[in-house]
C-alpha cells in the first residue's frame, strides 16, 4: 500500500508516504481534547439551536441540524482513515474538482434572495462554496508545498495566489462575499504556515487593503460598483450604527439589541423576544450567536467561546505535530478559517465587523456549513493522528 | 514506515530538501497564530461583557419597545379652490394595502403563495410587490405601499381573509378626485408615490418612504401646504406580526390646508376649448391641417395672476390616483403628443410677428449711429413685396403691399419687410454697442424666467453671437472661429430674421402673454402667479380662515419709454380695428376694443413620414382689452394651426367672450402673416 501509490514527482517527498494504521490505532492516537471540545461544541450547538428555533413558525430545527452532526459525523470518522498524503497528490484533482462546483453553483443554482449559493438535490440544499473552503485548503496547501519551488520565492507566493484567487472570484460572484472571506482567511493560514516570506505576506496585506478601498470607496465614487448596494451598506454599517436605525443597519441594530438584552444570565427560550418574536431575522443563521446570547446570556456564550478557542488551541498544536509540510499547512489554514470564522461572525453580532453571511461553526442551522466543519476536524485528527512518533532523544 | 530511513542511504536528489521537522521559524508563525487567537477572543470576551453586563439594561429597554409597531394615519391632503373658491381637487376615502416584510412568511413557498393571492387580488404583479421588498430588504419594519385604492369589496375579501395575509396591513388612505376631470391638469399637477431620491432629500422634512407627494404643478410646487401631517397610532403584535388588541392613537393627522388660485374655472375651461376650436379651425384652412395642439394664457395684466393656463392635448389626472394601471401610465408617459407637458410653460416656439412689438420698441429706444434713434415714430419705410440685401432676398407675407409706411400702420399690417429694414439697423451698428435687440427682447422677459410659482418652465432661446459660438462653435461652417472672433460668424440675416420673430428664437406662450401684459399696463413687468393664498376651511368647506396670502409681487419697470409705448398701442389698436388690420376680421366687430397681434412662425416640426422634418406654421395671437383699461391679457398659439389670423385670434376671441360674457360675434375670413 505504501510503496505502489508513490509516483515518481512525490517520491523524494519521504514524509508523505502513507502509513496503514488499523482502526484501534486511530482511537488510540487521537487527540482526546479536541475530540471532547468537538463533541461538546456540537452538542451544545444542538441544545442551543432548538432554543433558538423554538419559537420559529416551521418548529425547532433541532431534528434537522442533529442528521447534519450525524452525517457530519460520519464524515469526521471517514477522514480520520484517509491518510493527508493522498489529499496531497491528489490535491490538482481536488482543486479542478473545487473549481466544477463552484462553476456548477453558478450554471444550475437555484437563485434565492438576490444570491445563487446552493444546489438544490431535492431533500438538501447543497452549498458547494461551504465544502468548497475544506477543498480549497487541500488543493491550495498542496501547491505551496511542491518542494520543486522554494516556497520563499515570489514566484511561488504568486502561483500559490493565483490559483487561490480563480476559487475567490467564482465564490465572490455568486455572490458569496462572506464565504469568499473565509478563503481569503484560510489561504492566509496557508501561506504563513508554509513559510512564505514576511515581505511577501506583508505586500499581499497592503494589497488586500488597498483592494478592500477600492472596492468600498473608490469605485462607488467613480460610478463603478463591485458589490450591490446592500452588500456595501452591511460592510460599512457597522462603523456607524446609529446614522441610519431603521434603514440599511436594521440587523446590524437588532442584533446588538439582542445580544444585549442577554444580560448575564440570559433571558431564557421563552423570555427571548427579539428571538421568539422574529424581530432578528436569520436568527437560526448568521446571527445564531445574538439569539444564543440573548437566551443563555455572558454565561452561556462565552462556555461556547472558551469551546472554540480550545479547538483552535488543540489545532494550532497538531501544526506543530505535522508529519509534513502539507499536513502542517492543511492544519494551520483549518486553524485559521476556523478562527476568522467564529471572530466575523460572532463579531459581527456585537457590532464590530462588518456583516457578512458567515455561519457560526456547529452551530448555525445549515447542513453544508456543519458537515464541512466536521470533515475538517476529521482532517485535523487524521494528522495528528500520523505525527511522528518521537523516539528517544 | 518501511522507507523512512531510506533517505540517508540513496544519493542526495537535488528536488529533494531535508526531511521535514518543526523548525524554529515554523514555531515562530504558530505562536503568532496563538498570540492573534488570544488577542481576538480577548476582544470577543470584553465586547460581549461590554454588551450584556455593562449595557444590558439598556438594551433589554430597547428590546423591550420591539413590540410596538408605530402606523402612519394619513392625513387628507388639501383642497384646491379656484378663484371663487370653485373646488377643482379633492379627496375621496379609500383603503390602502400594505406589506410589513418583517411579518411576512419566512418561508419563500408560503411567501410566494401569499403574494400570488394578493396580487390576484389587487392586480399588482408579484414582480412588482418582489422588486419593492427588494428595496427595503434592510429595512423590514417599514411597510411597502402595494396599492393605494382597491375597492370596497376587495377590502372585505382581505379582511375576511385576514389570517391568510400574513404581513398584509389595510390602512385608511386618502385618494385625489378631480371633480372637473381633465380641467386644468396641467397646472394642476398629479400627485405620485415619492421616489427614492425624493424621499433621500425630503426625509429630514419629515417625509415617509410610503408617502405620496406632488409630482408637478401646483401639487408639486404647493406640496408643503397641500400634504398636512400624518398623524400616528401604536400597535402590538405577536411574534407571526399579528395586531394583539387594538390600535393606540398617539397624534391625530392634521388635514392639509387648502390652495385657493388665481385660476377661473370658467375661463380656464373656455380656453381649453377654445384651443380645440383653433385647432378645427386651422384643419379647415390652408397651412394648418397639421394642427396638432395648443396654449392659450389668460392674465391680469396688472397683477400678473393667471386666470386661465391652458395646454392641448391634455389628460385625465385621475389616472394617478387609486388603483393603478401600470400600462396605461406608461402609455401616457411615452405618448409622443405630450399631454404631460404644460406648453403654456415648456413649450418652446418660435413667436413670428407677435415679437414686432419686441423690435419696434427695441429700435425706438435704442440710439442710433448719428445720434437720434434707430428708428424715429413717425419715419416712413417703404412696406415692399420683397426686401434684398446681402445678396439675399427677403419675402414679405404678401405681394399685395407696395408702399411708405410708420411703424404704426406697419404693426397693424404686420409689413415684414419694415422690420427687416429695422432689423438690418440693428446688424449694422458697431460691434461694441452688444446685441440692443436681444437685450431688449431679454429685459421684455423674453428668454427670461418668467417666476411663475409653479415649476415646469423653460426659457426658451434669445439667439445671440455667444450662444451661436457655443452651441455650434469649432463645428462647420465655424470651424475656424473662436468665442473671440466670432462676431461674424452672426451672418446679417440672422437680424433680419430676428426683427420679425423668426430664426432661432423660441419663446414660450407664458412669455409672451408677459410682454403683451407689459404693453397693456404701461411697461411694467408682472410675476405671474397661479396661488393666490392658503386657507384653513371651515366646517362645511366654507371659507374660513387665510393663512398665507401670495397674491402679486410688485411689477418691475422695463425702462421703456411711454411715447415709444403708445406708438405700439396705437399699431396693435390699429391691427384690430383699422380694415387693412390683420385681426380686424376676427375683432373688428367685438363690442370690447381689443388690442393685438396675429404671428404666424415657421418652424421645422418632426412629423411622422417625414424624415427630415416639416416646416410648418405656429399660429399666435396674442393682444389684450379693454383697450383704455386693459384688464386682460390673452396669448394663444395653436401649435402647426397655420395663420395667426385663421386659429390662434378666434381661438382667443372665444377666451374674450367668456371673460367680458359677450355673446358670439361675427368672424370673418381674412388673410394675415
Known sequence: MSIEAVNTRTRGLRGQSESGISGLGVLGRLDWVLAAALAAVALYGLYAINGITANDPGGSSLSRQALYVCVGGVGFLVALFIDPARYARLHRQIYLVTLGLLALVLVIGAASHGATRWINIGFFQFQPSEFGELLFVLSIAGVLSDRSRPVTS?????????????????????????????????LAGALLVAGTRWLHLGLLLVVTVL??????????????????????ARLTGFTHPSNDPSGATYNLRQSIITVGAGGLRGRGVLGATQTALDYLPSHSTDFAFASLAEEHGFFGASILLLLYLLVVWRALKIVTVARDLYSAIVAGAIAFFFLFEVFINTAMTMGIAPITGIPLPFVSVGGSAIITDFIAMGVLQAIYIRRPVRRRR | MAERGSGRFLPGDPRVSEPYRLTPQLAFRVAILAFLTLSVFAVLFLRLW???????????????????????????????LDRDGHVLVTNVAGTRVELWPADLPKKWPAERSELRALSDITGVTVKDMLASLEKSREDPLTPIVVERGIKQNQVFYLMEHEAQFPGVHLADSWLRKYPYQSLAAQVLGYVGAISPQEYKTLKKKGYLPTDQIGQSGVES????????????????VNSLGQPKGRESLESQPTPGDALKLTIDINLQRAAEKAITYGIHLAHASEEGSHADGGSIVAMNPNT????????????????????????KLQQLFNDPSAPLLNRAIGGTYPPGSTFKPVTALAAMMEPGPNGGHLLTPGEPLLCSP??????????????????????????????????????????????????????????????EPTGL???GSVDGLMPTPEWRCKAFGGKPPYSGATCDTIDRTWKPGYSIQLAIGQGDLLVTPLQMTRFYAMIANGGKLVTPYVANDVEELGPNGSSAKVLRTFGAQSPQASGVDPGALQVVQAGLNDATHATYGTGYGVFGHFPIDIAGKTGSAEKVVSVPGYPNGLKLTQSWWCGYGPYEDPSIVVCAMIQNGGEGGSAAAPAALKVFEQYFKKNPTLVTQQASD
Not at chain 2, 56 to 79: F, H, M, S
Request: aromatic letters at 12%; glycine letters at 8%; proline letters at 5%.
Open chain 2, 221 to 236: 410646487a404647493y406640496d408643503s401646504y397641500l400634504r398636512g401631517h400624518d398623524g400616528k397610532a401604536q400597535l402590538t
Open chain 2, 386 to 447: 420683397s426686401f434684398k440685401a446681402y445678396g439675399q432676398t427677403f419675402n414679405n407675407w404678401t405681394n399685395l403691399i407696395d408702399q411708405y409706411m410708420t411703424l404704426e400702420q406697419a404693426i397693424a399690417e404686420s409689413c415684414d419687410t419694415f422690420f427687416y429694414q429695422v432689423g438690418e439697423r440693428f446688424y449694422q451698428l458697431p460691434p461694441d454697442r452688444g446685441h440692443p435687440l436681444q437685450a431688449w427682447a431679454n429685459r421684455f422677459g423674453l428668454g
Open chain 2, 453 to 455: 410659482d409653479i415649476g
Open chain 1, 154 to 186: 515570489a514566484t511561488a507566493t504568486l502561483r500559490t495566489i493565483g490559483y487561490a484567487l480563480v476559487a475567490i472570484v467564482l465564490v465572490f460572484v455568486q455572490p458569496d462575499f462572506g464565504t469568499a472571506l473565509v478563503y481569503v482567511a484560510a
Open chain 1, 211 to 232: 483592494g478592500a478601498v477600492m472596492i468600498l470607496w473608490l469605485l462607488p465614487a467613480a460610478g463603478l460598483s463591485v458589490l450591490k448596494p446592500y452588500q456595501t
Open chain 2, 50 to 80: 461590554a454588551l450584556q453586563v455593562l449595557s444590558g439594561d439598556t438594551y433589554l429597554a430597547q428590546a423591550k419597545d420591539n413590540r410596538v409597531r408605530t402606523l402612519d394615519i394619513e392625513a387628507p391632503r388639501g383642497e384646491i
Open chain 2, 304 to 327: 400678473g395672476a393667471i386666470l386661465a393656463m391652458a395646454s392641448n392635448p391634455t389628460y385625465e389626472p385621475s389616472i394617478f390616483s387609486g388603483t393603478h394601471n401600470a400600462k
